[in-house]
């Protein structure tokens, strides 16, 4: 029997993409924290364009946890045109044994990286590959965000291994411009055998419209230290949700060829497998009705599979996706 989540966990909450006005959000530092923390949040990211913060020693506490991060950019532009492509992945401070074997060192408070630029065309693919390797050099735990909204080509992030997690929903972009759900190019990666897990953020600003509390992650832990956190992302021991206050997932068990999911009551359940046409199912609630528990017999063939929680409002609580050849 496999368990997504450990029993008798603890979960925290958090985001893992914020801006400030450290670079172009509308917050302050002290301004981000003490609203994130007065809406149940128990660790944030504040990952500024090209700049690395570190407020442990400000923030922290017995109850809350800044996350040291950055946002790096490259971009391609055209002198007629303008921004045609972008490149944006955040670094992460990673856990005590990823910092002790960061090449390069560890990025310090308030230091900059500065962004690629690069003009009428570019090797994406490359690009990528590099701006990860300066992340994970200097001890980082690695997103790749928002694809579908930098106008990206799969070809030049579909990359197996080089980060730890794709954000599948981005809060801001998907108010901004409807760019902001990346979960094809997520079950494109797993069906080509890359294992990625995936994240949901608010990539918040705080301008013209809400981009706040609607992108999060919750987390399984045993408590709330910086290791335990980022243990628990790099091992997948967390679920993403799209949504202000969306679903919750609460257990998925596979036991032998079941599958079943344990959520908060929501319309629909979508366990998505990869293998043949037509993988997976979808498990609707009656009419007028509600369900917190589904379940699914695999057959066998199914190479991965993921777990959606869709509720009335469409608010989304996604599972990150397991092997199906370590667990059958």
Not at 99 to 118: D, T
Not at 186 to 197: A, F, I, T, Y
Not at 272 to 301: C, D, F
């Amino acid at each position: 029997m496999i368990k997504f989540f450990p029993e008798h966990t603890n979960w925290y909450k958090g985001n893992l993409h914020s801006h400030t006005t450290n670079s172009d959000g509308a917050w302050t530092p002290d301004e981000a924290v003490e609203h994130y923390k007065a809406n149940g949040y128990a660790f944030l990211c504040l990952s500024d364009h090209n700049l690395y913060t570190d407020y442990r020693y400000k923030y922290n506490s017995d109850l809350f946890l800044i996350l040291p991060g950055t946002e790096i950019a490259a971009v391609l532009f055209d002198e007629k045109d303008g921004y045609l492509k972008m490149h944006h992945l955040n670094g992460i401070l990673g856990t005590k044994a990823m910092q002790e074997q960061a090449k390069s060192g560890l990025f310090q408070h308030m230091e900059r990286i500065e962004p690629i630029v690069a003009y009428g065309d570019w090797d994406g693919r490359k690009i990528t590959e590099e701006m990860a390797e300066n992340l994970r050099d200097h001890g980082c735990f690695i997103t790749y965000n928002h694809p579908v909204w930098s106008r990206v080509e799969s070809h030049e992030f579909e990359i197996d291994g080089i980060y730890n997690s794709l954000e599948i929903y981005n809060y801001n972009t998907v108010n901004e411009s409807g760019t902001g759900f990346n979960t094809t190019y997520w079950d494109e990666m797993l069906r080509k055998g890359m294992h990625v897990n995936a994240d949901a953020a608010d990539d918040n600003h705080n301008g013209n419209f809400p981009d706040n509390f609607g992108g999060y992650v919750m987390v399984a832990a045993e408590s709330l230290t910086h290791d335990n956190i980022l243990n628990a992302l790099m091992e997948g021991k967390y679920y993403s949700v799209g949504g202000v206050d969306g679903p919750r997932i609460d257990q998925i068990i596979i036991d032998g060829r079941n599958v079943t999911v344990s959520c908060s009551p929501v319309e629909r359940v979508n366990i998505i497998a990869g293998g043949y046409v037509g993988a997976g199912t979808t498990i609707m609630a009656p009419k007028g009705e509600k369900i917190t528990e589904a379940s699914m017999r695999l057959n066998g063939t199914e190479t991965y599979i993921r777990v959606e929680c869709v509720d009335e409002y469409g608010r989304t609580a996604w599972s990150n996706p397991y092997k199906m050849m370590t667990i059958l």
